[in-house]
């Protein structure tokens, strides 16, 4: 397992933008592929990106694509989640997690169950 710290949540307007971080603490985090999840009130934790341990492949889900982008910095222990293009609907908390990487990570990465890490989540708040 590895320690995970997200930040950079806030209230922001309609079609602004923000970028979440995930620093890691205690294990080489390229070893780990990382998932971001977001909640919001009254429903599931839902998959939202996914990055491999170096980063050469990722996966978004079907909402964000093309409005967020997934990245890691290995160097630096930190993967982003850039936000742009934001609506109400992406109101939620966000959680980042992470898992030493594994041979199912290409059909797995969007299931919750699969990661052991988690961060304890930052707000997203978007204003209509």
């Known amino acids: 397992q590895v320690q995970l710290v997200e930040s950079g949540g806030g209230l922001v307007q309609a079609g602004g933008s923000l970028r979440l971080s995930c620093v890691a603490a205690?294990?080489?985090?390229?070893?780990?592929?990382v998932a971001w999840f977001r909640q919001a009130p009254g429903k599931e934790r839902d998959f939202v990106a996914a990055?491999?341990?170096?980063?050469?492949?990722?996966f978004h889900a079907d909402s964000v694509k093309d409005r967020f982008t997934v990245s890691r910095d290995n160097a630096n222990n930190i993967v982003y989640l850039q936000m742009s293009s934001l609506t109400a609907e992406d109101t939620a908390v966000y959680y980042c997690?992470?898992?030493?990487?594994?041979?199912?990570?290409?059909?797995?990465?969007?299931?919750?169950?699969?990661?052991?890490?988690w961060g304890q989540g930052t707000q997203v708040t978007v204003s209509a």
């Open positions: 997690a992470a898992r030493l990487m594994w041979t199912n990570f290409l059909n797995d990465h969007a299931k919750a169950e699969v990661y052991d890490s």
């Open positions: 205690g294990r080489t985090f390229g070893d780990f592929a």
């Open positions: 990055i491999s341990r170096t980063g050469s492949v990722t």
